[in-house]
Each structure stands twice: as C-alpha cells, then as structure tokens.
C-alpha cells in the first residue's frame, strides 16, 4: 500500500493516467462547455477613434487651429463586441488549445489533452488598422504559460510521466513600430 501511494506521487497511476491527471491538476484542463462559459459576451463596444496626430502634422494642409480642433474630435465606431483595440491593432481573442508548444529551451514538447479535457490558452488574433499602416503593424509575439507536459526525460533519466513546465506560443499582439520613415518613434531596438 504504501508502494502504491510513493508511485501516485512519482507519476503512475494504476486506473487511469487521466483520472490521476485530473484529480491532481484540475485548474488547468476545462471542456468545451465550460471553456465557451468563460469567454466573453456582451453589448457592442464603441471604441473612440482618432486620427494618427503624426499624419496630421506632417500634412501641410493642416495649421495649428485646425489640428487642434481635430484633436478635440473623436469618431464613434460600433465594432464587433469581441474586437478589443489596442494601440493599432484591431484584436479577437479566443481559447484554443495546442497539442505541442515550444518550452523554454525552444524544444518542441507534447501537452498533456484529452478528448473531453483540454489545456486552452488566451489567443489573439489581429489585424493592423488602417490609420497606423505608415508608421506601425500588428506583430504576434511569444508569451509564456505555464502547462503540464508529457516529461520527455521519461522512462530513463526520470521516473515522473508528466511535468509542469514553462511553454510558449505566439499567441498576443503588439502594436509594434516597424521604423518607417518620418516617424517620431524611436525603433524598438534603440530603446
């Protein structure tokens, strides 16, 4: 018995691999049901827009009255209520799942799924808006989670099946300067 309860620990159950996943890691997998609970639902949103100063000052057209008078003015958009703007990126986020990931070694490693259990993660997808086209783009970067993986040392140079792990994933966006010219921006690699 006490073999049993040392071998639970170290990562072999003997039942079921996933009944002993689930009952020790039950914050980290949800089904779809309740992953479609979490994400978000609501009235439409009504972003402010205005128009990109920097055009507006490199435009010979517009004087010190008027640019001041377009900075007064603001432009409301309905927009679709799961569209969040964020410098110049119009983004939907969505939880998804990934069956590998990069950990933080740059390794390819396997998440631990299942069929009706999955470890979903925050994903943005986005767009650049038109008024930031000239001086800046969406970019996805890398962000980190945390994750419960197949250990890739087992059987051999560790006897644990599974292991909590840092993982990574291009999964958010970045409104990100790209150093064109005229911009009043230094670029990210001079900051």
């Known amino acids: 018995m006490v073999l049993l309860a040392a071998d639970r620990v170290w990562g072999w159950h003997p039942d079921s691999d996933e009944q002993f996943v689930l009952e020790h890691y039950p914050g980290l997998f949800k089904t779809e049901e309740e992953v479609n609970r979490l994400l978000p639902k609501g009235a439409p949103v009504r972003p402010k827009v205005t128009k990109n100063i920097w055009a507006l000052i490199s435009s010979s057209r517009w004087t010190i009255s008027t640019l001041k008078e377009s900075l007064s003015l603001s432009v409301s958009l309905i927009s679709d ?5 964020h410098g110049c990126c119009a983004t939907n986020r969505t939880l998804t799942f ?27 997808s986005c767009v650049t808006t038109a008024s930031c086209e000239d001086n800046c783009s969406c970019q996805k970067e890398n ?7 197949y250990n890739p040392d087992y059987p051999g140079k560790s006897d644990r099946k599974y292991k909590l792990d840092l993982v990574q994933a291009k999964t958010i966006c970045r409104c990100v ?4 010219s005229g911009s009043p921006f230094p670029d990210r690699d001079e900051l």
């Open 81 to 85: 209520p799961e569209t969040v703007y």
């Open 177 to 180: 300067n790209n150093g064109a």
């Open 143 to 149: 962000r980190f989670y945390t994750a419960l993986i």
């Open 98 to 124: 990934f069956d590998t990931m990069t950990d933080k070694d740059k390794k390819s490693v396997k998440v631990v799924q299942y069929k009706e259990k999955k470890q979903y993660i925050e994903t943005d």
